[in-house]
């Protein structure tokens, strides 16, 4: 069975604090996600990588950075956190094209509510 | 750029059929998918399309794809309590080189009891 996991399903941090969000999965997939979720405004990318050490920006990139040190761990950090950033953090992995899975579809993990105070 | 657009709420009573439906407008589109998130999860994939397919079933559930309107769209037959979610439409340009996902910013599906 599939499996995408977060390493908090809710982190409580204080303005300014330094967060990582952490997400492993175990299906050995080249491309790692990470996404906010917040109402109305539907999932919007933050950063993705579709290899060890390789990282592109997202559509809301300002604010956080990501490290991919192996395969199936993808961190997410808030180098200062900011209350603006209080939102749901959803991490996905999906499958290089060219492998046997053909419908390149993204598996997502569990979500991370982190609250900014 | 590509986009993905979805009515933002559903409400329907138990037993009925449920209808949601969305449009995008990459006429490259390879797959479709719909995900389904229940309150405080993650996204499930329930169900995806290929874009040479018109119609795809799985036990309750019906995908349509118009492509000449660019429109799709997910029937839930015989609709449950459990059915109530948030629905995403999604879409993929697998021949572009990206491995990216455009979501639609979903679809919450309210079932009355």
């Known amino acids: 069975d599939v499996k995408v996991t977060q390493s908090s399903r809710y982190l409580v941090k204080r303005t300014g604090e330094k967060v990582f969000l952490e997400c492993v999965q175990d299906m050995d997939h080249e491309n790692m996600f990470w996404y906010r979720q917040d109402p109305g405004l539907g999932l919007r990318l933050i950063y993705f990588s579709y290899d060890v050490k390789m990282k592109e920006k997202g559509d809301i990139p300002e604010g956080y950075s990501v490290s991919r040190e192996k395969k199936e761990r993808f961190s997410l950090i808030l180098e200062s956190a900011s209350t603006n950033q209080t939102s749901m953090y959803l991490c996905?992995?999906?499958?290089?094209?060219?492998?046997?899975?053909?419908?390149?579809?993204?598996?997502f993990g569990p979500g991370t509510r982190l609250t900014v105070t | 750029g590509e986009d993905v657009e979805q009515s933002l709420f559903l409400s329907v009573r138990e037993g009925d059929s449920s209808v949601i439906n969305c449009t995008y407008t990459d006429s490259s589109s390879t797959y479709l998918y719909w995900y389904k998130q229940e309150p405080g999860a993650g996204l499930q994939l329930l169900t995806y399309i290929f874009s040479n397919m018109d119609m795809k079933q799985d036990q309750r559930l019906t995908v349509l794809l118009n492509k000449k309107d660019k429109h799709l769209s997910l029937r839930i037959a015989d609709t449950q309590t459990g059915d109530s979610a948030i629905y995403f439409c999604a879409e993929i340009d697998s021949g572009a080189g990206s491995y990216q996902l455009t979501f639609g910013k979903g679809t919450k599906l309210s079932v009355i009891p």
């Open positions: 996905a992995s999906s499958p290089q094209r060219g492998t046997t899975q053909l419908t390149y579809e993204q598996y």
